[in-house]
């Protein structure tokens, strides 16, 4: 009777009121995407995306459920001296929150992206795949406009048009959570004005 009594406690959890899913204890918490991440994901801003998203659930303390490190509890617990498994309540509560994250996951990407997780069944699982997916895009996307900017000079362009060309290329960058300094966009814009304005270019 021990050893089987042992053998059945070894695959279950000893119910206990220090078993918390986290420091938020039996509260859910419900995300506002619309409200709370002010951009949607696409596929051009991701760095800045997942900034504001991870920042947010470090905030609420849930964001070990995104990177693994708060799993779910067992789904049977032995309570007491009883031999007898019963339904963990921990187990639905980890459940129940996870999947409002999953919710406000989908709620905070485009259409576009939206597929790619439809199927994750855990917060996790999204997270690792938009993770996979973007992380490598999004470095080859900043090398590439910045490639392009440097490439970027006034030419036949008027100052106007010159400068919203500039502004676009930055903008985007800044957008995908790789923003250029002051400076250094001054310094490109002033060194690819040409010889029209190299006096003015100097002087500043």
Request: proline share 4%.
């Amino acid at each position: 009777m021990a050893e089987e009594f042992s053998s059945s406690f070894a695959n279950h959890v000893v119910l206990t009121t220090g078993n918390n899913l986290s420091s938020q204890s039996n509260t859910l918490i419900s995300i506002n995407a619309a409200t709370q991440m002010p951009f949607k994901l696409s596929k051009m801003n991701y760095a800045s995306w997942r900034a504001q998203f991870t920042n947010l659930l470090f905030g609420y303390d849930l964001f070990g459920f995104l990177d693994g490190t708060t799993p779910c509890p067992p789904e049977t617990i032995l309570q007491f001296d009883s031999t007898t498994p019963i339904s963990n309540p921990k187990c639905k509560l980890w459940k129940r929150q996870d999947r409002l994250i999953v919710h406000a996951i989908l709620a905070s990407v485009t259409w576009v992206v939206a597929p790619l997780i439809s199927s994750a069944t855990t917060s996790h699982e999204a997270w690792q795949k938009l993770e996979t997916t973007f992380a490598n895009q999004s470095q080859t996307i900043m090398l590439s406009l910045r490639n392009i900017l440097m490439k970027t000079t006034k030419g036949s362009q008027s100052i106007v048009e010159y400068m919203q060309t500039v502004k676009i290329i930055t903008d985007n960058l800044a957008l995908m959570g790789y923003p250029l300094i002051e400076d250094e966009i001054i310094l490109h814009v002033l060194n690819w004005l040409g010889n029209d304005f190299k006096e003015i270019s100097a002087a500043i």
